[in-house]
């Protein structure tokens, strides 16, 4: 299991262990729409950074994959709090099928509320930091960091897919990358956004009346 350590392993070394297969998976499924909202950075600052124009796109890059990370180094103690609960106590291992469900069905929801709507818009513009005078460093950076906020914001209901449905299931992470991929560059987004709401919200139904012996 994920959550778990493997023999002679520190938490430490557990948790690093995550965060970097974390940050390979989001990297992987982020890139294909992190790439144009750089170059939409580039067009942003224009010629006027000259020389540095690389180091401030790979800035803005880095900034972004920050948020992600410290989102990993959330993620995986509330990972192993929930794996060990599981372990201890029998009545919530029984339960844990009904509550990913749940949670699936959730965020089908927040995919479908206006909340998500807005931070897709974000996403999908982020207003450059910084345009009225010369880009630099703090402003990429900052910039980079707002991009990561809306993302993680926008991403909220994939993510929940991601840690219910299996993070190692390829399956999953193809669908998911190709849903962020098109409602991020694809016209009509928020179109798209809503379609896959309704996916998660069916999967979040079936998984809860299996979990019931219905399935």
Do not use: N
């Not at 509550?99 to 818009?121: F, N, P, T």
């Amino acid at each position: 299991m994920m959550w778990m350590r493997m023999p002679g392993q520190t938490w430490a070394g557990a948790e690093a262990a995550f965060v970097g297969m974390w940050i390979a998976m989001m990297a992987a499924m982020m890139l294909p729409s992190l790439v144009p909202a750089l170059w939409r950075y580039r067009r942003a600052i224009g010629e006027a950074s000259g020389a540095r124009t690389a180091s401030l796109i790979a800035t803005v890059g880095v900034g972004y994959l920050f948020l992600w990370t410290l989102l990993g180094t959330i993620v995986f103690p509330l990972g192993v709090a929930l794996a060990e609960l599981r372990m201890r106590l029998p009545a919530f291992a029984r339960l844990t099928p009904m509550a990913i469900g749940a949670a699936v069905l959730l965020a089908g929801v927040v995919q479908l509320s206006a909340w998500k709507a807005r931070h897709l818009a974000l996403c999908r513009d982020v207003p450059v930091i910084g345009r009225a005078r010369p880009a630099g460093a703090r402003d990429a950076w900052r910039h980079g960091l707002q991009l990561g906020v809306y993302c993680c914001r926008s991403c909220a209901g994939y993510t929940a897919v991601l840690l219910m449905l299996g993070m190692m299931d390829v399956r999953v992470m193809a669908a998911v990358t190709a849903a962020i991929t098109a409602e991020r560059l694809a016209p009509g987004g928020a179109h798209i956004a809503r379609t896959a709401g309704v996916i998660v919200v069916a999967t979040g139904l079936f998984q809860i009346a299996r979990a019931a012996g219905f399935g």
